[in-house]
């Protein structure tokens, strides 16, 4: 998935003192056939440790360092911002191996202060090309909203040791905003590419040696209309071949009021070229993700509006409640002419797609969009959040969908919803949960099925009433779908960090 911004017009704030501690990622053992060292330098863009097992990131950009730190009796979120870290195994993801990251850490570059959101945006690669994917680090907010980028690297003991990428150098930068890994020059190292100004991307052309220098330089790539009024804010990126020529192209979601667009900047041998804004999508939403859903070894692009027709003055019928929108890859990029939408109202998708236009209230149907193929079948599917979903009178308990690809593209047909109602599933329904404000989809146990990670942002640990700093859920795939069998919770408690901090943990996950 994608990640959305975590906050506009962040400011300075007061320095923060205390920092987040930092545990080391438990040993995992290998298997018996020897997994581990096989896979070593498979490229795993999200294996940290070289095991053959994706790892999960967690930004918490909002989050305070200290308990009741400017969030508590209405001081609102801190915005000091952490990224915490689970390693998976044969058995998905180990809890013990957490490790949580902030810039008072010793060794992370910088100094944690108030509004530097520090997890605005998280993407992982294999930047100096050990044969370990590395975790990048946006801090939107820092210095005054220059924003910075840094790098934590990864190893066969796991992430360790950081440095800078690029930094802004003007107030209005925001750095590190938006970030998004991928080849984009062919050459066969990853790139970097971070939003900056809101409407256009800082290329970082890699390889990267450990000091944070790109060997290919450091450019900027216009967006669509830059520098014009009518430039759209980019609110979300994502990476992938969109056209099939072997380089990976960006995709941006973004708008200006109610107008939202989708941008595109096309992979090549010199580079991304300029964004060009793609027709037929206005209104399409604001967070995205690309995938192959239709097999056909093009990236395809999911967008997501959560937001219905809420304050729109362009009602669309099909956004009722929220929406997403499937546009094909194809040989000239995205190929809007056959594009496909859905909501709760569509064929096959449990729930009712429902908004209140007198109270402003929407299911949120279409919020944290991720792509990954669930049951192995060769086509990416999708999971969807629903966290102001309402049922049985609790108000706002959310839920998470998935939605299967075929030859033909997104599909209804099929679908699946879970919430803490679902019998398996850990937890209790309660008002103002959120359950499903953000989703991933990732192999956490190596079986080759994506297993659905979900965020429930108003929930404290153990449905504590008091504590409402997040929480996670992760459930595991099979050839049938998503299970609840099996599936595991954990929040703040678990981590490690401090609670009651109301910095909403499962908001946001790495792109």
């Not at 096959?348 to 209230?361: F, Q, R, T």
Request: hydrophobic letters at 35%; charged letters at 20%; a negative charge.
């Amino acid at each position: 998935m994608n990640l959305r911004r975590a906050a506009g017009g962040i400011g300075l704030m007061a320095a923060v003192a205390v920092s987040l501690s930092v545990t080391a990622p438990a040993a995992l053992a290998d298997t018996a056939d020897g997994r581990a060292a096989a896979t070593k330098g498979a490229g795993l863009r999200d294996d940290f440790n070289g095991d053959g097992y994706a790892d999960v990131a967690f930004p918490v950009p909002a989050a305070g360092l200290k308990s009741y730190e400017g969030n508590q009796d209405g001081g609102g979120p801190a915005y000091d911002g952490y990224v915490a870290v689970m390693y998976g195994s044969a058995d998905g993801l180990v809890t013990s191996s957490r490790q949580v990251f902030d810039q008072n850490k010793p060794g992370i570059p910088g100094d944690a202060e108030q509004g530097d959101a520090y997890g605005s945006s998280v993407t992982s690669a294999d930047l100096d090309q050990d044969g370990y994917a590395d975790l990048v680090v946006g801090a939107g907010g820092d210095n005054g909203g220059k924003g910075s980028l840094s790098v934590i690297w990864g190893g066969p003991d796991g992430l360790s040791g950081s440095t800078w990428l690029s930094q802004g150098a003007d107030y209005q930068d925001a750095v590190g905003d938006l970030a998004v890994a991928g080849d984009f020059d062919g050459d066969g190292a990853t790139d970097i590419a971070t939003g900056v100004h809101g409407t256009s991307l800082r290329v970082l052309t890699g390889p990267f040696d450990r000091d944070g220098t790109p060997a290919g330089g450091t450019h900027e790539v216009e967006g669509p209309d830059a520098g014009t009024p009518d430039a759209a804010r980019m609110s979300d990126l994502a990476a992938g071949d969109v056209n099939g020529d072997g380089v990976a192209d960006v995709v941006s979601a973004g708008g200006r009021g109610d107008d939202s667009h989708v941008g595109y900047f096309a992979g090549a041998s010199t580079g991304l070229t300029t964004g060009t804004t793609v027709g037929g999508l206005d209104g399409a939403g604001d967070n995205l993700d690309v995938g192959d859903v239709n097999g056909d070894h093009r990236a395809d692009i999911v967008i997501g509006r959560p937001d219905g027709n809420f304050g729109s003055e362009k009602p669309l019928p099909e956004a009722k409640g929220g929406m997403v929108t499937y546009v094909p890859g194809g040989a000239e990029g995205p190929d809007p002419s056959k594009l496909g939408r859905i909501n709760q109202d569509s064929p096959g998708v449990p729930g009712v797609a429902e908004e209140d236009k007198v109270d402003g209230s929407v299911d949120e149907f279409g919020k944290g969009v991720s792509i990954g193929d669930i049951d192995g079948d060769g086509y990416a599917d999708v999971s969807v959040g629903v966290p102001d979903e309402t049922f049985d009178g609790i108000e706002m308990a959310g839920s998470a969908v998935t939605l299967r690809g075929t030859a033909e593209g997104l599909t209804g047909q099929g679908a699946q919803v879970f919430s803490e109602d679902t019998p398996g599933v850990p937890g209790i329904s309660q008002e103002y949960d959120f359950f499903g404000s953000a989703t991933k989809l990732t192999d956490t146990d190596g079986d080759g099925m994506a297993d659905l990670v979900v965020g429930c942002s108003g929930e404290g640990e153990v449905a504590s009433e008091d504590s409402t700093d997040g929480s996670i859920w992760v459930l595991r795939a099979t050839a049938d779908g998503v299970t609840p069998d099996g599936s595991i919770t954990f929040g703040a408690r678990t981590l490690g960090v401090p609670q009651h901090n109301g910095g909403g943990l499962g908001s946001l996950f790495s792109s």
